[in-house]
């Protein structure tokens, strides 16, 4: 067998590498445990991931994202998704998703870990990432405008309890996430768009998701530039080694940011 040449396996339980598609092993330590795409469906292309259930059962359409047609869910104000995580993920994981929120005032909540019973979690805040935690408030990035997608990504190392956040591929902050904030409780329960009981519901946006994967540990901030969601599951066969530089300057050429404004910084 040609040394130059590695295969890369597909993406469904497959490792991050296979995302990647640039023939240049990585190590198998982050394994995609769900996949959404929203194709008229809530279920996974995982058939081990249980399927997304909706507080109020939302609708699809076609999006432009980035210039591409897209399938996308659209939810309403208070009518987002839960995830039953139970087996997929812990205290160690990545969470992707692309999405877009119909209003960018004050704060509008993208993912909540504590069974809708806790005010913290991943926010944007007047169009800017920030996970509020009462005490310590971490936020950075451009800020987005309503109507505009997006991709967020959230990481907690269980090693060290460091959780980084990413917008559009980019680091805007980390923390140390010592009092288990990002930790899912012990209903299992991981609640998407969906705000919770203490702001009796006040913070939250209708918008429109167009895909959203997790996976079971940490991605590099390499392995997050390189991510996609746009793009199905399916990868193309492997690249040889010595192409694999080549490929990755080729796909980010390709990979089309959206256009944020300047930044702003977070309202008290």
């Known amino acids: 067998m040609n040394k130059l040449f590695i295969a890369i396996a597909p ?20 394994a995609v445990v769900a996949n959404y795409q929203f194709q008229n469906t809530l279920s996974s292309t995982i058939a081990s991931a249980p399927d997304l259930v909706p507080f109020v059962l939302g609708s699809y359409s076609s999006a432009s994202i980035g210039g591409t047609p897209t399938t996308v869910y659209n939810f309403g104000k208070q009518q987002g998704l839960s995830l039953d995580a139970t087996g997929l993920i812990s205290d160690n994981y990545t969470i992707a998703a692309l999405l877009s929120f119909d209003d960018i005032s004050d704060y509008r909540k993208i993912l909540d870990f504590k069974n809708l019973t806790s005010d913290t979690g991943l926010y944007t805040n007047d169009g800017q990432l920030v996970f509020y935690d009462e005490d ?22 269980s090693s060290n309890a460091l959780m980084t956040a990413y ?11 010592s009092s288990s904030l990002g930790v899912i409780s012990a209903a299992n329960l991981l609640n998407i768009f969906q705000d919770d009981a203490p702001t009796e519901g006040n913070e939250s946006s209708s918008g429109s998701v167009a895909g959203l994967r997790i996976f079971d540990n940490v991605l590099t901030d390499a392995e997050v530039a390189a991510l ?41």
Do not use: M
Not at 23 to 30: E, N, Q, R, S, V
Not at 230 to 235: H, L
Not at 245 to 253: H, I, L, P, V, Y
């Open 11 to 30: 993406l469904a339980g497959a490792t991050i590498a296979g995302l990647w598609s640039l023939g240049a092993a990585l190590p198998a330590k982050a």
């Open 228 to 268: 996609d969601l746009r793009t199905p599951s399916a990868v193309p066969g492997p690249l040889p080694l010595f192409g694999a530089a080549a490929a990755f300057g080729w796909s980010r050429r390709l990979r089309k940011r959206i256009a944020t404004p300047l930044i702003t910084q977070p309202q008290a």
């Open 136 to 157: 310590n408030e971490p936020s950075g990035g451009p800020t987005v405008g309503p109507g505009t997608f997006f991709e967020v990504v959230l990481t907690r190392d």
């Open 167 to 177: 917008f559009d591929g980019t680091p805007v902050f980390s923390f140390s996430d």
